[in-house]
Structures are given as structure tokens and as C-alpha cells.
């Protein structure tokens, strides 16, 4: 018994520690970005004369970034807890895991993307979408899971580390995805019938609900992302 309780502590102990170190390492991560995300729109400022083209940003808290971009709001929200993966999840046969399970816990930082105007007309039943996934380590290596090119560049966790060069990088990719990502309206029938409450509120609280994509779903989005 006495070495079964010794394993338990030395187990608590452990996973304690690795849960801190990479909750450290992804903040630290997450305060650089958000400091380069800033950085990079005053950049698009001095860039882009037309005072039409939004661009503006935002801290919510402690864990979450807002960059207007255009018509699109890029969140970037760190979450709070250390994640690691199902037992038989492709990531514990890359060898740069196998070498040490410990690189395979990570901390997060979601992407999302709204339209601009649903934050700033406070439309809260208007849809967003989780656009990217970075998966930060306790060494600060990374590797992102996403939409577009978010889903292929950024894969290789042994070479990638959050260094300002990549977070301008991540930044760029995701601004390119939201602008290309246009709002389209749903079909007909999916909104031809509205309450009198939604009508009567329409104006100032804009209930009817918007998403880029809201109400479509051909077969081919079943089979390949967009």
C-alpha cells in the first residue's frame, strides 16, 4: 500500500507541474500574440488609406482579443484549461511525442470568426465559427488545427515555435481566410417565416440571425471543408 501511495503523489505531483508549466508557456505565448495581432493592424493602417476599411482591436478580459478586420472580427480567445489527446489519436505516433508524452499536452488559443456588425449592433444570436485551433506545448512548440490554409500549414510541432515571425504569420492566414469567407444569404424558406417579437425587436436588437453560411449545407460541405 505504501508504494501504491507513493505512486499516486508522485503522479499528482507530476501531472500538477506539467499542467503549470504549459499553462505558463501558453500565456506567455498568448500575450505576445495579442501584442503582435495589435501591432499588425496598425500596420494595415498605415497601409490601407480607405477610412471605410475597418480595422480595430479590442481587448475582452484577460483571455480574449478582438481584431476587426473589414467586415469580419477575428477572436482570439485563450482557454483556461491544459488539454491532451484520446489514446489513439494519430499525435502520440509522431516521433517528436513518442520521444517525450509530456510535449503532448498543450494549452489553447481559438480563432473564431464573426461578422464585424454582429459584435458592434450586440446581435447575440448571430452565428460565428471556430476557424483555427493553435495547440501549444510546454516548450512552446505548436501546431494548429483548422479551416483553410490554418489546416495545412503550421503541422509540423517539432520545427514550429510561436516566435513573433509566426505569429504574424498565423495573424495574416487567418485575416486572408475571414476576407475570402463572404456571407452569403440563407435560403428563402429559411427565413420567410419571423414572429411578431422578432419583428417588432428587429431594429434595435437585429434578432433575425446571421452567419456567413447560416442555412446552407450542400453535399459537397459534407465532404470537404471549405
Known sequence: MEIKKKSVVELLEERSILKQDV?????????????????????????????RVRLKFDYNGDFETHAYVGSDVLVFNMHTNVFTFPPDNPIWKNSYIEEDNKLGYFGVINIYNFLAESFLQKRMNDAGYLIGRIFINKDGHFMIEGKGELSYYFKNIRTNTFDLATMKSIFEVAVKHAAEFDLQTPPYNKVSIVSVQQIKTLSSAQELKTGKRLGFKFKAENEKKY
Do not use: M, Q
Request: aromatic letters at 14%; a negative charge.
Open 23 to 51: 499553462y505558463a508557456t501558453t500565456l506567455a505565448c498568448y500575450k505576445k500574440f495579442k501584442s503582435v495581432v495589435e501591432e499588425e493592424l496598425a500596420e494595415f493602417r498605415l497601409k490601407i488609406t480607405d477610412e
